[in-house]
């Protein structure tokens, strides 16, 4: 009897460890295949009337030297705009409602248009 019980126990034990095993090997599903990222990204369009407003907040805002900011232009550059794709998609907002000033924060928050830009910026 205390050899059929020790038996059922170990074979119980070896379940629960290799179920654990399994569980929390497994990679963990992301949202995004791109990575978020560690400064803030603002995107932004070459001759972009709104995006002009937001430089122009950047440049005299006192708190530009707190935070970094990645800047990036994506009218002429493709891989700024295919990354600005990718942070649309991974906000489920509509690629085709979406345009700059666009700013991507290190928490993975979309934020759109200048005036909502520049009072996230103010907020910080």
Not at 48 to 72: M, Q, R, Y
């Amino acid at each position: 009897m205390k050899n059929k019980f020790g038996l059922i126990a170990g074979g119980v034990t070896l379940l629960i460890i290799f179920g654990g095993v399994f569980l929390f090997s497994r990679p963990q599903s992301q949202t995004s295949d791109t990575p978020l990222p560690t400064a803030y990204e603002y995107f932004w369009g070459d001759g972009c009337p709104h995006c002009a407003i937001v430089e122009e907040f950047l440049n005299s805002w006192e708190g530009k030297d707190k935070i970094a900011i990645d800047k990036k232009e994506v009218w002429n550059n493709r891989e700024n705009a295919s990354l600005l794709n990718q942070r649309v998609k991974s906000c489920s907002l509509n690629l085709n409602e979406v345009g700059v000033p666009f700013l991507f924060t290190p928490e993975g928050k979309c934020i759109t248009g200048d005036t909502p830009i520049i009072d996230f910026f103010k907020s910080l």
